[in-house]
């Protein structure tokens, strides 16, 4: 019993602290009043939500008896787990209901963000009063969307309590179990042995009554020999004697067990089912008015949300969308538009008489007017969002530059939605005529070519560093999407050293290294340095362009996943069901800005080729 009372406690302390919130968030809203925690009576004061408990029914005579017949642990022990499983479903239900919140609060939260910004933003919509009324109307959207946020987490609260609540009835009502099957099998095993040893005693006074019907003198023959009738009793009575003794003490111990069984234990079991049953209907009951307050609360703030009370300075949703005056905008709109703009290909062309008809005329001139339109709506070009296996140069070609066999096109799909051009061009080849080798800081033989032979990089100066710049900066210098640095180092690894062992667990030599950031630091269009000469590509050449690569984003500012997005990618990575996890991590990504996501996106392709060689390079 005493491991029972154990979780009884527990049980009875996790039903009072699921009430107390209840009583002080309602009570503070102004939408119930406090909820009483005691298991006898659980009311509200302004309404009877939940009806009065009635534990005088319990102590009935009828009841009573039922509890102390031999079915009455079988009967509890079947409710208590059918309280168990109604705990675990109800659980279950708050669980999917709080992410059913949450997806919906954040989703709405998004959107509605998003269209406040394009209100502000866009210059192709109208700016009249209605879409200030409708930037009104979505701001009261996004704080709609804070109630339910609310919401959701009480949810996930109630949620982790009603698993507890049921896992802790659960483990006591399997102790308690044990505990009485443990007893009445020492009562069922006294009372068995209690029936051998009558048996046994019976028996033997069976064989006496026989032995005493036959004949005196007659002998009979055993393994110890001849015996006589009377050798025989002689025998047989001291046996019924033993036998009576150990069947007097068996009666005994099995009566005086089954009289505790019946008396004490099995009472006390029974009351103890019965408080458990209680006390986990009780909690649920709390938690089911603490789930209708919450709900009840919720609704209400958005039903003041939508329409305040009268008597506060706050307009309703009903009444924003009505204060839209059309005939006022188009009004405002064409005071505002009225110019002296004039359509000149309306201006009506004068007749003049030409001079070689009318030479008497000669000193008049013909007034030709000219009306040249000129479109300055050209689109400026588009940045290139480069792949993993692109050059960090531009298409058009130079005598210095030779293309390679990885140069190609494709029209790729932006991932978040929109659609672009990824262009490649070619590297830098060692193999061209203007390349010179020499050592720069270590063995590593370097690829030079003159400068004013090779086009830089858009927007790229010689004065601009490229380590330790931010990746926003940094592809607003040179025009792209991906920096020219990431993707020549990309593009080396992709074609010499996807199958070099421990490729980016090897370190390069150091000298070369910081010789070629530093070059690279001096003059962006050092760049072309990374290229190894195709004649005499070695390993050591391959182990500094990693460690190139991992030194650049070592030297960032900030992180690939910035300072914002991180906390939120560790936080959504813990998520137990894949689908929500996925959506969760896809959002922050999406959310990155374009540098980083692109950048991202070429390093994520690139590894991905280097794991598709791990059984070469690992």
Known sequence: MSQSQEPKSRVASTSTQGSQPLASESGATGVHETVSTSPSQTTLNDSKIIPASSPELLQEDKIVKLLNSDGAIDALLSRLKRSVLTCEEFARYM???????????????????????????????????????????????????QHGSGFSKSLHQMHEELTALGSTIAKSRKSTKENFRRKEKEVVDAISSAEKAKNKYDGFCLELERLKTTDPTKKTFTLKGSKTTTEQEEILTKKIEIADADYR????????????????????????????????????????????????????????????????????????????????????????????????????????????IAPS????????????????????????ISTHNETPFSSAQSPSMVPTSNSFKSNNLDPRGGSNTVASSPYIDGSDASFNSSTVGGPRPLSVINNENVPLPPGTASNFKTFGTPISDLIEFEGE??????????????????????????????????????????????????????NSVSDSDIYAVASLLKSYFNSLPEALFTNEASPKFLEYIKIQEPE???????????????????????????LSEVVSKQEANL
């Open 481 to 534: 999407m991906v920096p020219s640095i990431v993707r020549q180092c990309i593009y080396v690894i992709d074609k010499y050293g996807l199958e070099k062992e421990g490729i980016y667990r090897t370190s390069g030599n150091v000298s070369t290294v910081n010789s070629l950031r530093d070059l690279i630091d001096k003059d962006p269009t050092n760049i072309k340095l990374i290229l190894p000469n195709p």
């Open 361 to 384: 005329t000669s000193d008049s001139s013909i007034k030709v007017r000219s009306f040249n339109q000129s479109n300055n709506n050209s689109l400026p070009a588009g940045r290139k």
């Open 580 to 606: 929500l996890r996925l959506k969760r991590v896809h959002q922050v990504v999406y959310d990155l800005p374009d540098g980083s996501y692109w950048t991202l996106r070429s390093l994520i392709f690139h």
């Open 249 to 356: 003490q068996k009666v005994a111990t099995s009566t005086g067990l089954r009289s505790v069984f019946l008396n004490t234990f099995r009472p006390s079991t029974a009351k103890s089912l019965k408080d458990l049953i209680i006390e986990i209907d009780i909690a649920m009951s709390v938690q089911l008015q603490k789930y209708a307050s919450r709900l009840e609360e919720s609704v209400l703030n958005t039903g003041l949300t939508i329409s305040p009370l009268s008597g506060k300075d706050v307009q309703s949703v009903k009444s924003i969308a009505a204060s839209i005056n059309n005939e006022r905008d188009l009004y405002q709109y064409l005071l505002r538009s009225t110019g002296t703009a004039t359509n000149k290909q309306l201006i009506p062309v004068e007749y003049r008489q030409h001079p070689s």
């Open 95 to 145: 669980r999917k209901k709080a992410v059913l919140e949450e997806d919906h609060n954040e989703h709405l939260k998004k959107i509605s963000k998003t269209t406040q910004e394009l209100l502000k933003s866009s210059s192709s919509l109208k700016s009249d009063s209605f879409i200030t009324n409708f930037d009104k109307i979505v701001k009261l959207d996004d704080k709609i969307s």
